[in-house]
């Protein structure tokens, strides 16, 4: 099993405290848009008429919250620039500053977590493909000028008429950084495009970033299209699992539903998850909050229980460790309130009840990120190691990313975890999974 580095936010048992998100009214114009965006991607995904005008009205959306950046970033550095940005006479208070950076960064990571869903669509639910082009370095930050903006609109705008079937600006995700588009033509085949030409603002480094990628596009491809290519510079292919995927989504459909009701709703997931969901357009009663968030206590049964809470806030950074929210099969609004924190949940999850089911399917815990020295920030260190039958395995955080953000069952991850100490007998070859249903889980 690859081992994902990770930037995971956790912290030990907090006792229920509540942190101020990004939340305020004035987004709630942009919630509308964010799950009008989802519903056309996820509705019209074979209109491709549909696709370009969506995905420009969300170039332009990134654009200028990248502009806003820059704007803060000015001001924070001389704050008398006010001047040049406006006529009013204000005072440019640091903080305010700040927070402003952070909502336009969540925004722009919203966004492009939007179009990672449609580039979900067009793998055709493929986690493997979406963990692997995630893995890949680059940026996806947008920096053509106008001219470049003109040939990549003039290129989407000749496709209607070809037998591309579906296409993405890959400027517009999180994930794929290779290549300036992805396509699928009438064969399903994927293909990693090159399309700007040097009079882009990259100028003369064009044609050394062609040469880089085009060793990567062809691996990407070959994986996509075959299920074979290199992995971690090894022989490496795409394994489909025999393994249903449980869902389990009803159950936060029904958290999400209540919050939407009541301001906080509850659910004890299993016995080692806990989850209270906050709508912060809605007051609720400090008594009430407190009564609600006492019940995470539920699912420590034992003293030296090692509990830890994480929120949705830890998604607000990009990473491959987590299945965007915008594939999830919920409302499109409610999504929209994760995103932008309307709505909040927090989970608090057992995972000394986690490791006893670990020993239970025969697995020996050799180690776990608990024992390292800064428990808030685990960077580059695996959930935990077991053992068996003299086969290591570090657990990437994308398992219990599953357990707590997907309501995967436990038992599905053990018959995973078995699946791959076998597979891992053949030490010269590297393997990425699939579950068998993906496909009808997230459509």
């Known amino acids: 099993m690859e081992k994902v580095k990770t930037s995971q936010k ?15 009214p004035s987004m709630l ?7 009008d965006y989802m519903w056309v991607l996820r509705n019209r995904i074979d209109n491709k008429l549909s696709m370009f005008k969506v995905q420009f009205e969300i170039y332009q959306d990134i654009v200028q919250a990248q502009k806003n950046i820059q704007m803060y970033k000015d001001l924070r550095k001389t704050p008398s620039n006010i001047k040049n940005y406006t006529k009013s006479n204000i005072k440019v208070d640091p903080v305010y500053i700040d927070t402003r950076i952070k909502k336009e960064k969540v925004f722009i990571k919203s966004l492009k977590e939007i179009m990672d869903g449609h580039l979900w669509r067009i793998f ?20 053509i000028d106008a001219g470049g903006f003109k040939e990549v609109y003039a290129w989407a705008d000749q496709i ?11 400027d517009l995700t999180n994930a794929s950084k290779i290549g300036d588009v992805t396509v699928k033509n009438k064969k399903g085949e994927i293909e990693l495009l090159e399309i700007k030409s040097s009079n882009l603002a990259s100028g003369k480094k064009q044609k050394e970033r062609l040469l880089r990628q085009q060793e990567r596009r062809a691996n990407f491809e070959s994986l996509a299209n075959t299920k074979k290519g290199l992995i971690d510079g090894r022989d490496g292919e795409i394994v489909e699992l025999q393994i249903k995927y449980p869902d389990n989504f009803y159950k936060l459909r029904h958290l999400l539903k209540k919050a939407d009701q009541n301001g906080i709703s509850n659910l004890k997931v299993k016995d080692y998850l806990f989850m209270t969901c906050v709508d912060r357009s809605i007051k609720v009663e400090a008594q009430k909050r407190k009564k609600y968030l006492s019940k995470h206590r539920t699912i420590k049964s034992k003293k030296d229980d090692i509990i830890i809470m994480i929120d949705t806030s830890a998604r607000d950074t990009y990473s491959t460790n987590f299945v965007p929210l915008s594939i999830f099969p919920i409302h499109e609004l409610f999504i929209a309130d994760l995103m932008l924190g309307k709505k909040q949940i927090f989970y608090s999850v057992n995972i000394t009840k986690i490791l006893r089911t670990f020993e239970k399917h025969g697995w020996s815990i050799k180690s776990t990120f608990y024992q390292s020295s800064d428990n808030k920030k685990v960077e580059g260190t695996p959930f935990c190691t077991i053992s068996k039958n003299k086969i290591n395995i570090d657990i990437p ?5 599953q ?11 053990c018959k995973i975890l078995n699946f791959t100490a076998a597979d891992m007998k ?5 393997g990425l999974f699939n579950y068998q249903n993906e496909a009808d889980i997230w459509s």
């Not at 639910?125 to 930050?141: D, H, K």
């Not at 209607?160 to 890959?170: A, G, R």
């Not at 997907?406 to 991850?413: N, W, Y």
């Open 124 to 143: 055709n639910y493929n986690r493997a493909l979406m963990q692997e082009i995630g893995r890949q370095p680059g940026t996806t930050f947008i920096s």
């Open 397 to 401: 955080w994308t398992i219990p990313n």
């Open 160 to 170: 209607l008429e070809t037998d591309i079937t579906h296409f993405l600006l890959n």
């Open 10 to 24: 956790i912290q030990k048992d907090r006792k229920g405290a509540i942190e101020v998100k990004l939340w305020e």
């Open 426 to 430: 053949n030490e010269s070859k590297r």
């Open 403 to 413: 357990l707590i953000f997907e309501l995967q069952d436990l038992s599905t991850i």
């Open 29 to 35: 114009n942009w919630r509308d848009v964010f799950a």
